[in-house]
């Protein structure tokens, strides 16, 4: 992975944890920013969302079953099924999404840069063999506002490329507490997960990985 410029924006180290911020293709990657106790916080957030919106195992609108699972909090969540990719008000299920908590909305405000609120929090679990393909995020009505992610639990190689499938990727591991700010030209970049590293954090007790994505939509 080959910061642009070389580039580390800036580091600093929190206790035992290294804060970095690297620029990768115009991805902003903030490696170390959440510290334990606040990916703890986000984690039991994270599961009060799962219990009033379940996670799902969607399928693609070609009849692919995706690897991870998905749910979502805010006014739209994303869904896939034989009707297509899009943003739906409701769980499949059919009951309205729970509310983005504080917790994830305060870290929005901090590294976006964005004057508009995020309307969907994505929630990704990505268990033991679960992947994310090579993809741009484009669902959206405009993309002027980044998308901002969040990693938790298990490390996760996170590929990025450019704006068409076939610009050359760099990949970086994401570990838990790391962000991620897609905005400006990676806005539009196609990126993905190609693998993680299962069991190698103790964050979900359980294994596997939480992938947060705060996305503005209308
Ligand atoms: O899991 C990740 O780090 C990326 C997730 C992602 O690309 C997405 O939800 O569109």
């Not at 008000?89 to 995020?118: C, F, K, N, Y």
Request: charged share 20%.
């Amino acid at each position: 992975m080959q910061p642009d410029s070389g580039v580390i924006l800036s580091s600093v180290a929190d206790g035992a944890v290294l804060m970095a911020r690297l620029s990768v293709s115009g991805f902003e990657i903030h490696k170390g920013y959440l510290s334990a106790d606040a990916q703890a916080r986000l984690v039991k957030d994270v599961r009060q969302i799962v219990r009033a919106a379940p996670l799902v195992q969607p399928i693609t609108p070609r009849g692919k079953r995706m690897s991870v699972q998905m749910t979502a909090a805010g006014r739209y969540g994303w869904i896939t099924d034989r009707q297509g990719y899009r943003y739906a008000t409701e769980h499949p299920s059919g009951t309205p999404w729970p509310d983005i908590p504080v917790s994830i909305m305060a870290i929005w405000q901090a590294l976006s840069g964005s004057e508009r609120a995020p309307e969907c929090c994505l929630v990704n679990f990505y268990g033991e063999g679960a992947r994310m393909g090579l993809h741009q995020d484009k669902d959206e009505a405009s993309f002027d506002w980044p998308v901002l992610s969040v990693s938790l639990g298990d490390d996760g190689l996170f590929r990025m490329g450019g704006t068409d499938r076939s610009d050359k990727t760099q990949s970086i591991w994401l570990q838990s507490g790391d962000v991620v700010v897609m905005g400006g030209a990676a806005r539009r970049a196609f990126h993905g997960v190609d693998r993680i590293r299962f069991g190698s954090s103790t964050v979900l007790p359980k294994g596997g990985r939480l992938n947060l994505t705060l996305r503005v939509v209308t």
